[in-house]
């Protein structure tokens, strides 16, 4: 899956990074994801604990509540899991990925203990974040509502410069 001298695939589409409610940023608790200071994107409420790739691309960083990807044609993405998770240290988190390795959309990239994330009374919203939106994205097209881990849900397109 990981394989060495693997290619990133050429796939514009974005996907679902877990089961659960797809909803746009605007709706999003936090101010700052619901701004899009960090980016345009989307974000789903979850109901299952697998968090999957919502695109191909090369994994940039790994921290446990959040996923860095960089697909074929620059664009970055961020998978942030939970809000204001990083309070927890990485203890809810088991990652399947290390930075370096190439995925496809719908690759396992951590699983999630959400019970833990309740307990510690912080939302279960995970983000998905072009973080180059400025520089680089022309375009994203989300269909929003009930969603499966790694089903289709729209395009983003890049700015070719």
């Not at 994801?33 to 409420?45: H, I, N, P």
């Not at 664009?75 to 988190?93: A, Q, R």
Request: no cysteine; charged share 25%.
């Amino acid at each position: 899956m990981f394989g060495f001298g693997k290619k990133i695939s050429e796939d514009e589409n974005v996907y679902a990074p877990v089961t659960g409610e797809v909803i746009p940023l605007d709706k999003v608790s936090d101010p700052v994801f619901a701004q899009k200071m960090m980016g345009d994107g989307y974000a789903v409420e979850p109901n299952a604990s697998k968090i999957v790739s919502p695109v191909s691309g090369k994994v940039t960083m790994v921290q446990g509540h959040a996923v860095g990807l960089k697909r074929f044609d620059d664009l970055e993405l961020l998978v942030h899991i939970g809000i204001d998770t990083v309070s927890l240290n990485g203890k809810p988190f088991t990652t399947a990925v290390k930075e370096g390795d190439i995925v496809d959309a719908g690759d396992d990239l951590v699983t999630v203990n959400w019970d833990q994330v309740e307990e510690a009374g912080l939302p279960k919203t995970t983000l998905v974040l072009i973080t180059n939106t400025a520089d680089k994205l022309e375009s994203i097209t989300v269909h929003y509502g009930p969603a499966v881990a790694g089903q289709q849900l729209g395009n983003a397109k890049a700015r070719r410069d």
